[in-house]
């Protein structure tokens, strides 16, 4: 039996912009088109927001019909969309092959905020997320990744949410584990759908190969540490992977993120009642965010499935803030959003996934 030769369809989403560019190149001029026609495709992926090759309706039919034996261009079903009180909006999307994943948009008074996925599950394995009950599936593609920011792009400004103005990488999974993925669909949103690299912001448990590699780059994208613990011992206890990449070795890979120059780290502190509140964690908080001129984030833990932890209580949250705010350490609380639909990480896909085991 011969084997299939065809070559495998270029993703018009997942594909940078200069290798998009040229592959366009080539395909029109293979068939004798003009070379505005490359132009034409790039502005109905980035500008134009075309749902698929048919819809690019400056190209002759008879070209819409070969691009799109030649290049795909697809974007997940949005399974459901879930509305929350306080304007918080989820996007369980469904991928070609069945699985589910998760967005979220976040309003606030000057900006809107996504939260994207970079893989179906998690690995990790960290105690407070929903996500990794339900286990790791597989990476998502570069498309994929970026087809979310489309989608939920589409449905912000469809219902008067304006633009997209912030990306966070904080969504279902763990980015610096799907490197390859991540820094193409980085660079397809910064160079192709000009989101600036400030405006970007990938979030790890301490990857730290990941953290490297991130640092070399030229563009000044921000990094989010999932701290949640100043101490490796209590640190493992929440984060599988510190028995891995321990908080040291992780300091370390952050300095040199530091020593690149303009790329804010911030750390995301989770903060659990009767785990990781502990008064005397507050002073070694601040210590490590002054070592890095980190910003902190200390956010109340949001009840997931299988899990009867609680957040912090306001004044103990206060304490903390109050302890790193006295050291100089920038500090915010986040308050929670979209609790009435299950807008935490991973919480609309577990709750989806028991109902689905309960039928």
């Not at 803030?321 to 609790?339: F, H, K, N, S």
Request: charged residues 20%; glycine residues 8%; proline residues 6%.
């Amino acid at each position: 039996m011969a084997n299939d030769t065809t070559p495998s369809p270029v993703d018009l989403l997942g594909t940078v912009p200069d290798e998009l560019a040229g592959a366009l190149a080539a395909h029109f001029l293979a068939r004798g088109e003009p070379a505005y026609r490359v132009q034409q495709v790039l502005h109905w992926i980035y500008q134009s927001d075309a749902v698929d090759v048919d819809g690019m309706t400056n190209l002759p039919e008879p070209e819409r019909k070969a691009l799109s034996e030649a290049f795909s261009l697809s974007e997940p079903e949005a399974q459901t969309v879930s509305i929350s009180s306080d304007g918080t909006v989820k996007h369980l999307w469904k991928l070609v092959d069945g699985e589910l994943i998760e967005s979220v948009l976040i309003p606030t008074d000057d900006r809107l905020t996504l939260c994207l996925s970079s893989q179906a599950g998690c690995a990790m394995g960290c105690t407070f997320c929903a996500t990794g009950w339900a286990g790791f599936r597989r990476q998502l593609s570069a498309g994929e990744i970026v087809a979310q920011y489309r989608g939920a792009g589409r449905w912000a400004r469809t219902h008067e949410m304006g633009p997209i103005s912030n990306i966070v990488y904080m969504g279902m999974g763990e980015p610096l584990a799907n490197r390859k993925a991540v820094h193409a669909s980085l660079t397809i949103l910064n160079q192709g759908f000009s989101v600036g690299a400030r405006r970007i912001t990938v979030s790890t448990v301490g990857l730290v190969p990941g953290i490297l590699e991130l640092a070399e780059r030229p563009e000044q994208f921000r990094l989010a540490l999932s701290l949640h613990s100043p101490e490796s011992a209590l640190r493992q206890e929440l984060i599988p992977l510190e028995k891995r990449f321990p908080l040291p070795a992780v300091v370390r890979a952050l300095q040199k993120f530091n020593e690149a120059g303009g790329k804010r780290i911030t750390f995301e502190y989770t903060m659990i009642r009767g785990v990781n509140d502990d008064l005397m964690l507050a002073p070694k908080l601040a210590d490590l965010a002054t070592s890095l001129h980190a910003f902190v984030n200390l956010i109340p833990f949001n009840p997931i499935p299988f899990q009867d932890w609680g957040p912090s209580t306001r004044e103990r949250i206060a304490a903390f803030r109050e302890t790193l705010e006295a050291r100089g350490v920038a500090v915010a609380v986040r308050q929670p959003r979209g609790r009435d639909i299950d807008a935490a990480c991973g919480q609309l896909r577990a709750t989806a996934m028991k109902d689905a085991d309960a039928s």
